[in-house]
Structure formats: structure tokens, C-alpha cells
């Protein structure tokens, strides 16, 4: 119902739109009918019948910017707008005016805009005025037959050409804001199913820690205790040496559980904080955990001190995983740059390596979930997902230039002003 709804706003903002059209070009015929024809025509109810239609369009734009539109607007402007055509008609000769067949144009909008009932009310309604308008209506003074005919004729070819244009002009239109729309829900579902992974990972990491720091723990006190009985003397040195090992490699486990779980989302409660853009910078670089390529920040001056109002360590930690993937696709011993710049209300973090680039196949996959192009061991494929969705919430993006021979493009951009949310009241909190 809700896309439904969206339809008709878009459809009726579009009427309001080719009814001022059609007002326009109805005044145009009248003074052409009247001044360049010089044929007399009852001047003063016709331009009250346009008057009528001008007064009801004003009236439907008051009313579409305070209300949604529903189907029935639709329905009532459209037969109103046969009713007020047909009022025209009947003052410029009926059925033998040369613009009757423009009955076609709302019944042609209708069938695209309105659905079947409406549709065929509104096909009923034409056919009946234009019946009426065959016993009843005020004859033109158009002279001797030839003349007529003459004048009819040229009449029809403007009368198909308008409503070509009209019909062709609104279907056009209106094809566009739908899919301008759809793509804006295609978009809307993409972020949601990003954020549904996202809380998938969460919760799968969360569980993983929970099920591993247990053992991890009892190993961690099994081996102290080791340590401590081969601490006395007559103890094999190496014995020792590898209680002590043991201990190292649990605490190192520990470390690296606890970062899967910040890398699988577990920063999506942190709280937002004011931070120097350089030091958000300066943190990213130092998460970077490659050594063999260096990493060379250039921040602009304009915003190297400027503070933005975001997740420190969620933030961080998404340019960590950028910088990482660069400093992986690079040669050994190449930079790879971190440009910092502002753009707009925007302020883009673009971090550019040197490396082989990706195909457009390969391009088109990035920030897939678990999708990785890395040798086994060297990472999970969550790097560019996990940064796109710290961009969504943030109300920012994520965009990735590369091509086979050119290196990649990254870039992480965030909004320069904006605020952080207010802290939950007191009740809300315990």
C-alpha cells in the first residue's frame, strides 16, 4: 500500500503539471480561434470554463502539498476535466470541433494512473458527454462546406499533434519518477539486507567468543599452573618455555576473538564522540596491520583539525580494514595514500593503491559478505561490507573505482556536520 500511495503522489504532482499545460494551451487556441480566424465564438463562458479549470488546479496543489493524493483525487480531477472539455466542445460546434478526439488523453492517463474501475468510469463518462454533445451544442460559423472541411482537416492534424505531445510528454514523465523511485527502494532493500548480515555477524561472532573464551580461559589457568610447578629448580628450561608460550598464544587468541567481534559489528552500540580528523586518521593508519607497504596520509589543511561528531572506534576501525586491503594489493614497497579532503558537506577519506586492480566482474561483488579475492588465511571478505554498512548508518558512502592494470580507488565518504544523537533519558537507560 505504502509504493501504492508513492504512485499516486508522483502521479497526481504529474497531472497538476500537464493540466497547467493543457490551460495554457487552450487559452492559445481561443485567441487564435478568435484573433487570427477572426471567427466568432462566445469568448466570454469559454475563458469562464478555463477559469473554472484554473481555480480547480490551484486547488488540487493546496491540497497535494498538505494531504497524500489518493486514487479518487485522481478519479474527480480527471472526470471534471472531461466535464470542463466537454463544456468547451459545446460551445465550439460539439462533435464537429476537430479537438474532440482529445477525449483520448485522460482516458489514456487514467489507464496508467488509476485502476480498472475508475478506469472505465471515466471511459463511460467520455462517451456519454460526447453522445450528449451529438443532439446538443452551439454550431461554429465556419462559412460554406469547402471552408469547413479545409479548416476541420488542418484542425485534426494540430488535434493529434497536441495530444500525441501530451500523452507521449506525461508517459514519459511519470516512467521516470517510477523508476527514479524504484531504484530509491532498490536502495532502501540493499541497505536493510546489509544491515540484517550485519546483526547475522554480530550475533554469529558473539556467539563464537562466547563459546571460545571458556575453554581459552581454563587452558590460560592450566597453563599458569605449569608455569609455576616447572618454575622450581631442576625443571627442563624448555618445559618452561613452553607453559610460557602456551599462556602467549591464549592471550593472543583472546585478542583476536575480541577483534573478530568488533569487526563483525560489535561497535554498532558505541556512542559518538568528537574527534580531530587527524587523529581519526592517524588511529586508522596505526590498525593497519601490513608493515610492508607504508602508508602516507595527505589531509588538507582545511580539515586536519576539524572535529567530526562519530563512532571513534567503529569508524577507525572501517579505515583500518580499507587501508589493510590497499596495503595487501600493493607491491612491497610501494605507499599507499590516504587523501583526506573535504567535498561539499561531505568529507572524503580516499585511499588509493598501486596495485593489479579488479575486472569489472570481480568490481561488481565487493562488499559481499565472506566474497574475498585474498589467498586463504589473510582475510574473511567482511573489510568493505563491514565500512559500507558503518558508512550507512553514519548517512554516508562507500565507493570503489578500479580497473584491471590501474590499481583501486576507495572511497569512504561521511557527512561534515553531522550531529550526534541525544543521550536517552534516564528511565530509558535503566
Excluded at 117 to 136: E, M, N, P, R
Aim: aromatic share 6%; glycine share 8%; proline share 6%.
Amino acid at each position: 500500500m505504502a509504493v501504492e500511495g508513492e504512485s499516486d503522489r508522483i502521479n497526481f504532482a504529474w497531472l497538476i503539471r500537464l493540466r497547467w499545460a493543457a490551460i495554457g494551451g487552450q487559452l492559445i487556441t481561443i485567441g487564435v480561434v478568435q484573433f487570427v480566424m477572426q471567427l466568432a465564438i462566445p469568448i466570454v463562458p469559454l475563458l469562464a470554463l478555463v477559469g473554472a479549470e484554473i481555480a480547480s488546479n490551484l486547488g488540487c496543489a493546496l491540497l497535494a502539498g498538505r494531504r497524500r493524493p489518493r486514487q479518487a483525487w485522481l478519479a474527480a480531477v480527471m472526470a471534471l476535466d472531461v466535464l470542463l472539455f466537454s463544456g468547451l466542445l459545446y460551445l465550439t460546434g460539439g462533435p464537429l470541433n476537430p479537438f474532440s478526439f482529445l477525449y483520448l488523453i485522460p482516458i489514456a492517463l487514467a489507464s496508467i494512473t488509476l485502476r480498472a474501475a475508475w478506469t472505465w468510469a471515466l471511459v463511460t463518462l467520455s462517451l456519454a458527454c460526447s453522445a450528449v454533445l451529438f443532439a446538443v451544442h452551439e454550431p461554429l460559423p465556419l462559412g460554406d462546406h469547402a471552408r469547413h472541411m479545409s479548416l476541420h482537416l488542418r484542425g485534426m492534424w494540430v488535434a493529434s499533434g497536441v495530444a500525441a505531445s501530451f500523452i507521449v510528454y506525461f508517459l514519459f514523465r511519470v516512467r521516470r519518477a517510477l523508476e527514479r523511485h524504484e531504484r530509491e527502494l532498490d536502495a532502501a532493500r540493499s541497505a536493510a539486507q546489509r544491515q540484517e548480515r550485519l546483526a547475522s555477524l554480530a550475533t554469529l561472532a558473539a556467539g563464537a567468543a562466547h563459546e571460545l573464551l571458556t575453554p581459552l580461559s581454563t587452558i590460560a589457568v592450566i597453563a599458569g599452573d605449569l608455569q609455576r610447578d616447572l618454575a622450581q629448580p631442576g625443571a627442563s628450561a624448555r618445559a618452561v618455555e613452553d607453559a610460557r608460550l602456551v599462556r602467549a598464544e591464549v592471550e593472543r587468541c583472546r585478542a583476536i576473538i575480541e577483534r573478530m567481534r568488533a569487526d563483525a559489528g560489535d561497535t554498532a552500540g558505541e556512542g559518538f564522540a568528537a574527534i580531530p580528523v587527524a587523529a581519526l586518521v592517524q588511529s586508522a593508519v596505526g590498525g593497519a596491520s601490513d608493515a610492508r607497504v607504508a602508508v602516507r596520509p595527505e589531509i588538507a589543511p582545511a580539515v586536519a583539525d576539524r572535529l567530526l561528531t562519530v563512532p571513534p572506534r567503529a569508524v577507525g576501525q572501517a579505515l583500518s580494514a580499507l587501508i589493510e586491503n590497499a596495503q595487501q594489493a600493493s607491491p612491497p614497497g610501494d605507499d599507499v595514500v590516504v587523501r583526506v579532503a573535504p567535498a561539499g558537506r561531505q568529507i572524503r577519506f580516499e585511499i588509493n593503491d598501486h596495485g593489479a586492480g579488479m575486472p569489472a566482474e570481480v568490481l561488481a561483488r565487493v562488499g559481499e559478505p565472506f566474497f574475498t579475492t585474498k589467498p586463504a588465511g589473510r582475510g574473511m571478505g567482511l573489510g568493505v561490507f563491514l565500512a559500507r554498512a558503518v558508512a550507512d548508518r553514519l548517512g554516508g558512502e562507500v565507493t570503489i573505482t578500479s580497473a584491471p592494470g590501474t590499481g583501486t580507488s576507495v572511497v569512504f565518504a561521511l557527512p561534515l556536520d553531522r550531529p550526534a544523537p541525544a543521550p536517552a533519558p534516564e528511565a530509558e537507560r535503566s
